[in-house]
């Protein structure tokens, strides 16, 4: 569904702004976010036109064997076809989705300065300098016809950050003009927080789990990709015991930056639970872990603002409100579009990227210093 925002951010509307798409495909394996965004890559950004595309479970299982795959290879040997499959895979689903939103949108591919393709991870272990997301930026650029950024998070692993997250410096953009601090958190496959201070002060850190366990638990005892609005959640139970051994993981005495891979935290804990307690437990443990993220603010936000998709599930807005303080709100009610977030995001990483301008920084990533990346591909057939 095709649907339009409204204004974003601030500054002065002398700014040079470049209409820049950005794609997302996260770790929940759900889709692809595709959103339209102006922006100068500083202050302004005004958010377009937007289109979800759900992958069909075909493609999600292979993006599974993919990720599968990715977890055994070694740096330098080479590729397993799972992952060469699910690359190409991706690359044509996201052309099609430019295209499709290009149509809806009735704009030219001439008209886009470019887009901002994020790919679809299936490795990430930053502490051996390791980010993988597969997606081929010049295979995309030359299908579409758009010069294409991609492989945003590499220069920051290598120089040492986390890679992760990402999307910090969007946040700090949308939360200019509300009271500060506050802090807006995404829950996608995997849960992060950017803590927005009063002098615009950012904190970044993934805190844990967010939907993937729980899509995962769904799939497997229901047969849905998703507890859809927390219904199996709802008729269970949390098992306090198993959320209190999970939460001793010593992920969370770590102080930020730090980030997560998908698979990071084995389910292996709720396994005897009944489908139903066990989705409640999961749900449990995400809001918990991003309850435990408060340890590490300098001080008590005004507000917490939820994105991504784990908004959409009844039981654990219910436990984030019973965790954080002083409110919780979505990010519908900041005024902003929680689902397409990332997907902008990276629209505006993008034209930062052309214009060689930071992509993270070491209070966000952990990197060394305030640090440019991306990797620009043009089109062989840019009019």
């Known amino acids: 569904m095709l649907s339009e925002g409204m204004l974003q951010g601030c500054g002065s509307t002398m700014a040079e702004l470049l209409k820049a798409i950005g794609l997302m495909s996260g770790t929940s394996l759900d889709g692809i976010d595709a959103a339209i965004l102006d922006t100068d890559g500083v202050n302004l950004a005004v958010a377009g036109p937007v289109l979800a595309v759900p992958y069909h479970p075909w493609a999600r299982a292979m993006l599974h064997e993919a990720l599968a795959a ?37 704009l030219e591919p001439a008209q886009i300065a470019c887009v901002g393709f994020h790919g679809q991870t299936i490795l990430h272990r930053p502490a051996e300098r390791r980010t993988w997301q597969i997606g081929d930026g010049k295979l995309l650029a030359d299908s579409i016809g758009i010069p294409v950024v991609n492989e945003f998070r590499l220069a920051d692993v290598k120089a040492g950050g986390q890679g992760a997250p990402f999307v910090p410096l969007y946040h700090q953009v949308l939360t200019r003009g509300m009271d500060l601090p506050v802090v807006v958190v995404n829950i996608g496959g995997v849960a992060n927080v950017t803590y927005v201070g009063a002098n615009e002060e950012l904190i970044a850190f993934d805190t844990g789990p ?156 952990g990197v060394p210093y305030p640090m440019p990346g991306g990797h620009l591909h043009e089109a062989a057939n840019r009019n």
Not at 71 to 81: E, N
Not at 331 to 349: K, N, P, Q, S, V
Not at 356 to 365: M, N, V, Y
Request: aromatic share 6%; hydrophobic share 45%; net charge negative.
């Open 70 to 106: 990715a977890s055994q290879v070694t740096p330098g040997a080479p590729i397993p076809g799972a992952i060469v499959k699910a690359e190409r895979l991706i690359t044509d689903a996201h052309a099609d989705a430019v295209r499709h939103l290009l149509s809806e949108a009735k």
């Open 210 to 365: 967010g939907n993937a366990a729980l899509d995962d638990w769904a799939l497997k005892h229901t047969g849905e990709a998703i507890d859809r609005d927390g219904k199996l959640a709802a008729a269970g139970r949390v098992d306090q015991g198993v959320l209190e051994f999970m939460l001793d993981h010593p992920i969370f005495r770590k102080p930020p930056p730090k980030s997560l891979d998908r698979f990071d935290f084995p389910m292996a804990a709720v396994e005897g639970l009944s489908p139903e307690d066990g989705a409640a437990t999961l749900a449990a443990f995400t809001a918990a872990a991003i309850g435990k993220s408060q340890e590490h603010l300098p001080e008590v936000p005004h507000c917490w603002i939820i994105c991504g998709g784990g908004r959409h599930n009844p039981v654990l807005m219910g436990e984030l409100r019973a965790r954080l303080k002083p409110k919780v709100i979505t990010a519908e009610e900041a005024g902003w579009r929680g689902d397409f977030l990332e997907a902008e995001a990276f629209a505006y990483l993008a034209v930062r990227s052309i214009k060689h301008l930071p992509l993270s920084l070491p209070s966000t990533t």
